[in-house]
């Protein structure tokens, strides 16, 4: 069995000027990333591996998970294959993840994100929106096999509000 936790970055602010790859998250980023990962915490499941886009907002949103679930830095990773719009990189570095990981939590960008979940999840989800986050099982021992999952779960911000 496989798990896979998918999240998507929180509200990134459009009032700097970078380019995307360098776009921070704004103050609304910042509370609802607190906030998701904080119910997140609840469930008391931890990723053997995290993978995150190298972009800014992603990884901004990806280091306040890792501090309010106390997750190890020696297990995380900044990809940029991961900082993917269209979900053919995204998919991609899933499939290639070490068998010997069972749960995987990513952080990346919308549309690769929805994307994925409504190819590979058992629920349609119109849009997961910033800081969304949704988690797949699959019933497969090689991240290369995986194809029909079930979605088990998913925690979206304006839920918890």
Known sequence: MKKLILVRHAKSSWNHNVIDHERPLNERGLEDASLVSSHFKDFILMP???????????????????????????????????????????????????????????FGHNHAITDFVNSFGSKFIDNVPTCGLVIIDFNVDNWEAIENGETVTTIFPKDLK
């Open 48 to 106: 053997d591996l995290v993978i995150s886009s190298d972009a800014t907002r992603a990884k901004t949103t990806a280091d306040i998970f890792i501090s309010v679930l106390k997750i190890s830095s020696e297990i995380v990773q900044y990809n940029h294959e991961a900082y993917d719009f269209s979900g053919e990189m995204l998919t991609r570095v899933i499939k290639s993840c070490p068998q010997s990981v069972n749960t995987l939590m990513v």
